[in-house]
């Protein structure tokens, strides 16, 4: 099976940098995925990073080691907006359809 | 712009009832699935389609169960509602070609007294 660990909640402030790390175990792996949700939305999907290194999108960047089983959501000049919670996930390895496993996610709290 | 839409943002029904959550995605994907969110324990999945008329079980499907009729809707189906199934439930479409990316609806969140 697969699981996922990331701490439950990260606290920063405005226009700083934060890292949200998982970590993960899975049967065949593929690539690591970062979700997004505000209090009361929807999850949004916000990158995939299938190889090693990081993966930059505007404030936003990925990073992958494989061997490390390890990954992290990077967050730069950080605003209010970006109170959320984040989730990473992984496929479920296994042959046939592959679903999606969630990590519990990772409350990001941003103050003034 | 990929839209998943579902029925009800709210809903309170009473223990024993059977309830109807309906999910409609607008983008053509073949792969559907509910999932529900409870605090401090992630998003769980409870059935998912991969094609019309396929539904296959998740983690946690007893006392559930579901219906894809049409490619484009999905429904979930507490057939004798209890209190434990009070939850935030989220609907999500993907594409079989596109296998990391999902689309979630804005959920529902049931109450059941």
């Known amino acids: 099976g697969q699981s996922l660990e990331q701490p439950s909640e990260v606290t920063a402030v405005e226009g700083a940098i934060v890292q949200i790390n998982c970590t993960y175990q899975?049967?065949?792996?593929?690539?690591l995925s970062w979700y997004q949700q505000h209090d009361g939305g929807a999850p949004t999907f916000l990158s995939y990073?299938?190889?090693?290194g990081l993966e930059e999108t505007g404030r936003f960047s990925s990073f992958l080691s494989r061997s490390d089983s390890y990954g992290y959501l990077l967050l730069q000049e950080l605003q209010m907006k970006d109170s959320a919670s984040y989730f990473c996930?992984?496929?479920?390895?296994?042959?046939?359809?592959?679903?999606?496993?969630f990590g519990t996610g990772t409350r990001l709290l941003v103050s003034p | 712009d990929v839209k998943v839409t579902q029925s009800s943002r709210y809903l309170v029904k009473r223990t024993g009832e059977k309830v109807f959550l309906e999910c409609v995605q607008d983008?053509?994907?073949?792969?559907m699935f509910w999932y529900r969110q409870d605090p401090g324990l992630g998003l769980r999945l409870i059935y998912f389609?991969?094609?019309?008329?396929?539904?296959e079980k998740g983690d946690i499907p007893e006392g559930y169960s579901v219906s894809r009729e049409k490619k484009e809707r999905f429904s979930l189906i507490l057939e004798s509602a209890s209190t434990n199934q009070t939850s935030m439930y989220l609907c999500?479409?993907?594409?079989?070609?596109?296998?990391?990316?999902?689309?979630f609806g804005p959920g529902t969140r049931l109450t059941v007294l």
């Open positions: 999500a479409s993907r594409s079989s070609g596109d296998i990391d990316t999902q689309y």
């Open positions: 899975t049967s065949g792996f593929y690539g």
């Open positions: 990073n299938a190889l090693d």
């Open positions: 996930a992984v496929r479920d390895g296994g042959t046939g359809f592959q679903k999606l496993v």
């Open positions: 983008m053509d994907h073949e792969n």
């Open positions: 389609s991969y094609d019309v008329k396929m539904k």
